[in-house]
């Protein structure tokens, strides 16, 4: 079975301040875990995904997010918020087996940015 | 390059009528893939498409159908609607095969409200 937990359902940061969005999961494989980003009225945009290949993952507009399978965790991380990063964010998780081409989200974290 | 796209954007129907959304995935993706993204209940996984045969399924009732055509474009058909049917339903498109790594490119969605 997978599935994803985001910690926290809103994270607010002064701009310039860094960006912690944590991320837990749990798979009966080694997954995929990905990283979407959902500005409003706007369709879903991948940030970044992890693939097993290096455990530090950098995606687009300065995000990154590292994979830690002893702690079964993918927290996404940028160093300085900007007003534009104000979306909701999801953590993905994608296995094999039965799971095969069924993403699991979590349900979001809503990210507010303030000047 | 054309992203995917849905239609129509919005879309009301009665209790017990039958909504159908189409979905065209990016050019040279054969796998295709539905998301209902309803209030209070996130991102939940309807179907998955590839080849034009369905694949995987999640858990959701069998009026919830639908199909993918030559093209690759697909179709959701959802029959006796009920209240709890209005959403945001999402298509997504890949590569194929539904390999671990594959990114899902999402479309801007179809909202469906059920009176």
């Known amino acids: 079975a997978q599935s994803v937990t985001q910690l926290d359902s809103h994270v607010s940061v002064s701009e310039g301040t860094p960006v912690l969005l944590r991320c837990n999961y749990s798979s009966s494989y080694s997954p995929s875990l990905f990283w979407y980003v959902q500005h409003p009225n706007k369709g879903l945009q991948l940030l970044l995904k992890y693939t097993s290949a290096a455990t530090l993952v950098k995606g687009i507009n300065g995000f990154e997010a590292e994979f830690k399978k002893s702690e079964t965790s993918f927290h996404l991380t940028k160093p300085s918020a900007h007003m534009s990063d104000a979306a909701e964010y999801f953590c993905?998780?994608?296995?094999?087996?039965?799971?095969?081409?069924?993403?699991?989200f979590g349900d979001g974290t809503t990210l507010t940015v303030k000047p | 390059e054309a992203g995917v796209t849905q239609s129509p954007t919005h879309l009301i129907k009665t209790r017990g009528q039958q909504a159908t959304l189409r979905c065209s995935p990016i050019s040279g993706h054969t796998s295709v893939y539905w998301y209902q993204q309803a209030l209070g209940l996130g991102l939940q996984f309807l179907l998955w498409y590839d080849e034009g045969e369905e694949r995987n399924r999640g858990n959701f009732p069998p009026r919830f159908s639908g199909r993918q055509f030559p093209n690759y474009s697909s179709e959701l058909n959802v029959n006796a609607l009920e209240l709890e049917d209005s959403a945001l339903y999402l298509c997504?498109?890949?590569?194929?095969?539904?390999?671990?790594?594959?990114?899902?490119?999402f479309g801007p969605g179809t909202r469906l409200l059920v009176l």
């Open positions: 993905v998780v994608s296995d094999r087996g039965t799971n095969a081409g069924k993403s699991t």
């Open positions: 997504a498109s890949s590569h194929g095969q539904g390999r671990l790594q594959e990114t899902q490119y």
